[in-house]
């Protein structure tokens, strides 16, 4: 089989279509002959799988004892996902009893894990660990397929790096735990994804429906993306064989997971109303209040903003990251000798050096992260899949393009929210893995090409895999505090270690709530800690729980709310200083929710901070209020 520039693989290896075949037995493509794997390669494989997983288990263990119990916030989202896992886990209903802005399968999934393992904050950064680890070994094995060990493992390592950061974004203790098992999903995916490109079993196909319908499941925009790589595979396969019974057939193989997906629809609408659903619990859905109002200000600061600067700021850095790639062509694969060969060198690489310190504003680790991590991956994997998608259908008998093809089309499907901002911390770190790996593949497939024997082959992958490796842990290892510099704070559902004044401010909230309780009388907390409730074993006096920007909608939602607060009104509240900057609405009861704010202030009565009240105004504090 003959390949294009594009695909060039070492001379010391069986073509690329051939060393990939599905295990013994399995069915060839029509248009291609089944030839054995090299023993050779069966042993490198072996052995770079082997130091894979080394790497990542020690990676994932250092993380761990240096990090544990540093993960997530006290007061904003990483709270609402223990308790909405701890609530239904004694047996209340999802959406009906409380709200809830994501799909329904992350709290059902970890309400489980509570009932078998018990109501503990260590067992979810156990779930989140394993999320992370598997989500690298899927990138790794995806990797593998393309016969490209090296880049599976850089995208892995990468990822784990990013996963264990001492910050909201984070796998253990995450601010959506539908997000961590939606990475996972995702890199799940595209395994199967890239692994029936080489294969016309069906069995691929039905994985993929099942993986996509978990991933819908889990959250909108992961099951949008698969099913749209899908939906594009499906009709690939039957235009490049010219068949209706082969789209016949692979679509009965996804309509399984279509009809779960239905089925949990159907009873989601049953609870309370399309209406009722869409209106006064999934937040995140398009039409939704939350979105209409603060989406546009939530989505630029997860990263999705498409304007003209921004546009303009990417072109300058695709401009950089050109010049860099050019530099290294030119200093190491050149072949022009003599004085004009180096001439042209040291003109490249300077001309590279003023274009990068030609932003004052630029430090170490961002001039590192535009050579080896750029932030624009998303929308170079996205522009570089027509040209791929091009080859693929032009030759439709190789795997190889069409793989390529694909895994170009999924990462930006999957990472369109982070699409000019993949950096390798906060947001992106759930939704760039694919992005990272198709990167690596297509840099590492022009290193085939340049390089003129294997061993300079694998030598140069390994540089820049190691590069790409020490940029991210150079960036993500030092964010958030030091475990030896943050509070401990010790509870009945576990250890968490939020910075020392919140510690001790949070201890003595949840011993004011466990008080109260004991004596019969309810605390509510506002705007938002739904920690509180979770860590002192209380039940939120409202099915709404948390108070954030364009949750509560004006009109019939906030009456419900408001009566269900006159049917059962709370004695206490604790008034936290939480603001709400990232939505361009900082303050509760001055910039949003003004009548809900209005109301409790008219019924409740400050009494003063709750001491100890230690720091300083910018550390967590609550204020006590009691019932007129």
Same mark, same amino acid.
């Given at each position: 089989m003959q390949f294009s520039a594009m695909s060039s693989w070492p001379t010391d290896t069986a073509p690329f279509s051939e060393e990939l075949r599905e295990v013994r037995g399995a069915a060839a493509l029509p248009t291609e002959k089944r030839l054995p794997r090299p023993a050779s390669t069966g042993r490198r494989n072996l052995l770079w799988t082997v130091f894979a997983l080394i790497s990542f288990g020690a990676i994932t263990v250092v993380s761990l004892w240096l990090n544990w119990a540093c993960w997530g916030s006290l007061s904003v989202d990483s709270g609402r996902e223990l308790y909405v896992a701890g609530m239904l886990a004694q047996g209340k209903t999802l959406y009906r009893d409380m709200w809830y802005l994501y799909h329904p399968a992350a709290p059902y999934f970890n309400s489980l894990l509570f009932r078998l393992f018990g109501t503990r904050v260590e067992v979810m950064y156990v779930a989140g660990t394993v999320a992370?680890?598997?989500?690298?070994?899927?990138?790794?094995?995806?990797?593998?397929?393309?016969?490209?060990?090296?880049?599976?493992?850089?995208?892995?390592?990468?990822?784990?790096?990013?996963?264990?950061?001492?910050?909201?974004?984070?796998?253990?203790?995450?601010?959506?735990?539908?997000?961590?098992?939606?990475?996972?999903?995702?890199?799940?995916?595209?395994?199967?994804?890239?692994?029936?490109?080489?294969?016309?079993?069906?069995?691929?196909?039905?994985?993929?429906?099942?993986?996509?319908?978990?991933?819908?499941?889990?959250?909108?925009?992961?099951?949008?993306?698969?099913?749209?790589?899908?939906?594009?595979?499906?009709?690939?396969?039957?235009?490049?064989?010219?068949?209706?019974?082969?789209? @016949?057939?692979?679509?009965? %193989?996804? &309509?399984?997971?279509?009809?779960?997906? =239905? #089925?949990?629809? *159907?009873?989601?609408?049953? /609870?309370?109303?399309?209406?009722?659903?869409?209106?006064?619990?999934?937040?995140?859905?398009?039409?939704?209040?939350?979105?209409?109002?603060?989406?546009?200000?939530?989505?630029?600061?997860?990263?999705?903003?498409?304007?003209?600067?921004?546009?303009?700021?990417?072109?300058?850095?695709?401009?950089?990251?050109?010049?860099?790639?050019?530099?290294?062509?030119?200093?190491?694969?050149?072949?022009?000798?003599? @004085?004009?060969?180096?001439? %042209?060198? &040291?003109?490249?690489?300077?001309?590279? =050096? #003023?274009?990068? *310190?030609?932003?004052?504003? /630029?430090?170490?680790?961002?001039?590192?992260?535009?050579?080896?991590?750029?932030?624009?991956?998303?929308?170079?994997?996205?522009?570089?899949?027509?040209?791929?998608?091009y080859f693929a259908w032009r030759d439709s008998a190789s795997d190889a393009k069409r793989a390529l093809a694909f895994l170009l089309l999924f990462a930006p499907l999957v990472a369109f929210r982070i699409l000019l901002h993949s950096i390798p911390s906060s947001y992106p770190i759930y939704y760039n893995g694919p992005a990272v790996l198709a990167l690596l593949v297509m840099a590492f497939l022009g290193i085939q090409r340049l390089s003129k024997t294997p061993a300079r082959?694998?030598?140069?992958?390994?540089?820049?895999?190691?590069?790409?490796?020490?940029?991210?842990?150079?960036?993500?290892?030092?964010?958030?505090?030091?475990?030896?510099?943050?509070?401990?704070?010790?509870?009945?559902?576990?250890?968490?270690?939020?910075?020392?004044?919140?510690?001790?401010?949070?201890?003595?909230?949840?011993?004011?709530?466990?008080?109260?309780?004991?004596?019969?009388?309810?605390?509510?907390?506002?705007?938002e800690d739904t920690s509180l409730y979770f860590f002192s074993d209380e039940e939120a006096p409202t099915r709404v729980f948390a108070f954030t920007p364009g949750i509560v909608a004006p009109g019939p939602m906030l009456d419900r709310l408001l009566s269900q607060l006159d049917a059962n009104p709370p004695k206490y509240l604790l008034w936290s200083n939480r603001i709400f900057p990232e939505y361009n609405a900082p303050v509760f009861g001055k910039d949003f929710d003004v009548n809900l704010a209005n109301y409790l202030k008219q019924h409740y009565h400050r009494l003063g901070f709750l001491p100890p009240h230690s720091g300083s105004y910018g550390d967590w504090q609550a204020s006590v209020w009691e019932r007129n």
């Open positions: 992370a680890f598997g989500s690298a070994v899927f990138l790794y094995l995806t990797g593998l397929r393309f016969q490209l060990p090296v880049a599976g493992w850089t995208a892995g390592c990468a990822l784990l790096l990013e996963a264990f950061e001492r910050h909201l974004f984070s796998f253990p203790l995450p601010y959506s735990f539908a997000s961590v098992y939606g990475c996972l999903m995702a890199c799940l995916f595209l395994w199967l994804l890239v692994s029936a490109c080489f294969s016309s079993r069906r069995i691929w196909i039905a994985g993929l429906g099942a993986t996509a319908a978990v991933a819908m499941l889990l959250k909108l925009e992961f099951g949008l993306a698969c099913y749209a790589a899908l939906a594009a595979l499906v009709s690939f396969r039957a235009g490049s064989q010219r068949s209706w019974k082969t789209l @016949i057939k692979d679509a009965v %193989a996804v &309509l399984p997971g279509v009809a779960v997906c =239905a #089925l949990v629809g *159907a009873w989601m609408v049953s /609870l309370g109303g399309w209406k009722f659903l869409l209106d006064d619990n999934l937040a995140a859905w398009p039409t939704s209040y939350f979105m209409r109002t603060y989406g546009k200000f939530w989505l630029a600061s997860t990263g999705m903003e498409i304007t003209l600067h921004a546009l303009r700021d990417a072109f300058l850095r695709a401009i950089i990251f050109g010049c860099w790639l050019l530099s290294l062509y030119v200093l190491f694969w050149w072949r022009r000798k003599g @004085i004009h060969g180096w001439a %042209a060198r &040291l003109g490249m690489i300077g001309t590279l =050096a #003023l274009l990068t *310190a030609g932003d004052a504003r /630029l430090t170490f680790d961002q001039i590192m992260r535009q050579f080896w991590f750029p932030q624009d991956m998303v929308l170079y994997a996205a522009l570089a899949f027509p040209v791929a998608l082959n694998i030598r140069a992958q390994c540089i820049a895999g190691a590069a790409c490796v020490l940029t991210v842990g150079f960036y993500a290892w030092p964010i958030g505090v030091p475990k030896a510099y943050r509070g401990t704070l010790q509870t009945q559902h576990g250890l968490v270690r939020p910075e020392r004044a919140q510690a001790e401010n949070y201890a003595a909230a949840i011993q004011f709530i466990r008080d109260k309780k004991a004596a019969g009388e309810t605390v509510m907390s506002v705007p």
